[in-house]
């Protein structure tokens, strides 16, 4: 029962905390847009495009299991319907966030929802990116495999997974920019951070 309200109002706080604020505070302090995502071809903008139309399929999984009559058509996945499988998804969500906004603090006015082609940003080695090139993506993954867990279903299956390898992509493209800003400088961090954990 606590998941069909935990669900939604996580949700919620999660796109307040860790998207709306950031973007508010870094568009506040530096005058720049922090949402680099654009509407061309290019493979950057294509993985911006294809990833809100996934996270899309979240609130139509949440609004399904609240309404439960609609529920049986995202193909639950009785077998984890558990307390204690919604209960590791609650505590996976609340922990990945929590870390994420901790990663999104110490990247100061460098954070960006994309690649920012048309400013230059500090290359950050501290904090949580001692331990990871690149921490809020983690927090991403793991939150996706929370909300899995919350509700497993076909679509929050599609969700994780289709999230999961456009993240992988996004961390590609964020690396070989970051290499041809920073060059050896990023260089030489590579070797010695994780690109996860």
């Known amino acids: 029962m606590i998941v069909k309200y935990f669900s939604p109002l996580f949700f919620l706080a999660y796109l307040l905390i860790a998207v709306v604020w950031p973007t508010v505070r870094t568009w506040r302090q530096t005058g720049i847009n922090p949402v680099t995502f654009g509407n061309t071809d290019s493979a950057h903008d294509y993985v911006g495009k294809i990833f809100k139309l996934i996270l899309a399929l979240i609130p ?54 994309g690649i920012d082609n048309n400013k230059s940003t500090d290359l950050i ?43 992988q992509i996004q961390i590609r493209l964020e690396e070989e920019f970051l290499l041809k800003q920073h060059g050896r400088k990023y260089e030489e961090y590579k070797l010695q951070t994780r690109r996860l954990i």
């Open 60 to 113: 139509v999984v949440i609004v399904a299991y609240f309404f439960k009559q609609f529920y049986p058509y995202l193909l639950p996945a009785g077998y984890l319907n558990s307390s204690t499988v919604q209960c590791v998804g609650i505590a996976l969500c609340l922990l990945s966030c929590f870390w994420t906004v901790i990663a999104q603090i110490q990247m100061g006015n460098s954070w960006r929802i």
């Open 125 to 167: 080695v501290s904090g949580l990116f001692k331990v990871s090139r690149n921490p809020i993506f983690p927090g991403m993954i793991f939150t996706l495999i929370g909300f899995f867990l919350m509700l497993p279903n076909a679509v929050s299956l599609l969700v994780m997974v289709t999230g999961y390898f456009l993240i």
